[in-house]
């Protein structure tokens, strides 16, 4: 039986879609198909006794047509600072074995890469940037509000891991992992909380 878990952080993603990205919506991607690549940094968490705070992971994915007709491919990414007992614990929560909101996405999986340990780094702020190792680098340029002070916010997007909503915006970077067969341009970015449990 798995482990009680948890994870609250903060999370970045980017995709090659235009600004808003159609899939935080549950519409079919900008070109028709997707790769996106979502950071999350783990402020705190556990699962069981194993504490996670501090560390970071990556999920990739890829798809065509609308992300909830299935079929995706998706590969996953831990930071190579996490411990054996840490890396296996994040394991069993991002490809679903563990419950909650990643058993209900991994039903979408039609493919699984698998899973590497490499440096990921994470940072907040106006400008959100994150990069995993030599594959992926990211900064995101998050779109202002109409009171030219806050961030647009999409609320109740099915992406959003949190509660505060997904500020929404543009990213500058490249995505590419020749061995998993992931390769775009980085052009739409998304910052928000995490707030997961099972």
Same mark, same amino acid.
């Given at each position: 039986?798995?482990?009680?878990?948890?994870?609250?952080?903060?999370?970045?993603?980017?995709?090659?879609?235009?600004?808003?990205?159609?899939?935080?919506?549950?519409?079919?991607?900008?070109?028709?198909?997707?790769?996106?690549?979502?950071?999350?940094?783990?402020?705190?968490?556990?699962?069981?006794?194993?504490?996670?705070?501090?560390?970071?992971?990556?999920?990739?994915?890829?798809?065509?047509?609308?992300?909830?007709?299935?079929?995706?491919?998706?590969?996953?990414?831990?930071?190579?600072?996490?411990?054996?007992?840490?890396?296996?614990?994040?394991?069993?929560?991002?490809?679903?074995?563990?419950?909650?909101?990643?058993?209900?996405?991994?039903?979408?999986?039609?493919?699984?890469?698998?899973?590497?340990?490499?440096?990921?780094?994470?940072? @907040? *702020?106006? $400008?959100?940037?994150? =990069?995993? !190792?030599?594959?992926?680098?990211? &900064?995101?340029?998050?779109? /202002?509000?109409?009171?030219?002070?806050?961030?647009?916010?999409?609320?109740?997007?099915?992406?959003?891991?949190?509660? @505060? *909503?997904? $500020?929404?915006?543009? =990213?500058? !970077?490249?995505?590419?992992?020749? &061995?998993?067969?992931?390769? /775009?341009?980085?052009?739409?970015?998304?910052?928000?909380?995490?707030?997961?449990?099972?």
């Amino acid at each position: 039986m798995a482990e009680k878990w948890v994870l609250k952080g903060e999370m970045a993603g980017a995709c090659p879609c235009d600004s808003p990205c159609p899939c935080i919506f549950g519409r079919d991607p900008t070109k028709g198909t997707c790769v996106a690549i979502e950071c999350i940094n783990i402020a705190t968490g556990n699962y069981g006794s194993v504490d996670l705070g501090g560390r970071k992971v990556a999920i990739a994915f890829s798809w065509s047509g609308n992300p909830f007709a299935g079929n995706i491919t998706a590969g996953f990414y831990i930071d190579d600072a996490a411990s054996e007992d840490q890396r296996s614990a994040l394991e069993s929560i991002l490809t679903g074995k563990a419950g909650g909101a990643f058993a209900d996405l991994s039903a979408l999986y039609g493919t699984v890469k698998g899973v590497k340990q490499v440096p990921i780094d994470f940072k @907040d *702020g106006k $400008k959100p940037t994150f =990069s995993v !190792g030599t594959l992926a680098t990211a &900064e995101l340029e998050l779109l /202002t509000g109409a009171d030219q002070q806050g961030p647009i916010r999409v609320m109740n997007s099915p992406f959003d891991f949190g509660t @505060d *909503g997904l $500020k929404v915006g543009t =990213s500058s !970077g490249r995505f590419v992992d020749e &061995e998993w067969g992931f390769e /775009t341009e980085l052009t739409y970015g998304d910052h928000g909380t995490v707030d997961l449990s099972a």
